[in-house]
């Protein structure tokens, strides 16, 4: 019975990549001489820091810019609070989150359920969704379907199999 995976991950080496250049962006542009701000990886986090809001704003759409550039999906990052930090500067800690969550999983079972295919079924297998079907074309539906719903996290599908 052919059946995928429906998956959310992330590329580490892409987001470590991506870190990599803005922070050598930071250092380099006119706009940011003498403002302290800076990015730092944190295994799964990312903290930035800076000496204004208006200047932190700056920092994340520069980090924004290198992610996207190494196809690395905004929905993603999950940005806490702007909080103010010593010396008059600003920090906001952005999670990078990889992974279907439970509740998440649920919301892509749901879809799949409300695309009324026959002979569909889907289950959570950890951080992971498998669905199963009869034809490889109803399969095919499914992802089209996944695809163009908007869950707020990146999918992507793997481990198809006929």
Excluded: C, H, W
Aim: glycine share 6%; no cysteine; hydrophobic share 35%.
């Amino acid at each position: 019975m052919p059946s995928f995976d429906v998956v959310s991950e992330v590329d580490e080496q892409e987001v470590r990549n991506a870190v990599d250049q803005a922070e050598r962006e930071l250092t380099t542009r006119f706009d940011f001489k003498g403002t302290n701000s800076s990015i730092e990886l944190k295994d799964l986090e990312i903290d930035l820091k800076s000496s204004s809001s208006d200047r932190l704003t700056a920092v994340r759409q520069v980090l924004e810019e290198k992610l996207v550039k190494r196809k690395v999906s905004l929905k993603s990052l999950e940005y806490g609070k702007v909080e103010d930090a010593a010396g008059g500067t600003v920090r906001q800690n952005v999670k990078i989150n990889a992974g279907i969550t439970s509740e998440k999983a649920r919301a892509v079972n749901k879809a799949i359920k409300e695309m009324g295919l026959k002979g569909i079924q889907s289950q959570t297998q950890g951080d992971q969704v498998r669905v199963t079907g009869k034809k490889r074309d109803d399969l095919q539906a499914v992802m089209e379907g996944l695809k163009k719903t908007d869950l707020e996290i990146p999918l992507q599908f793997n481990n198809f199999r006929d």
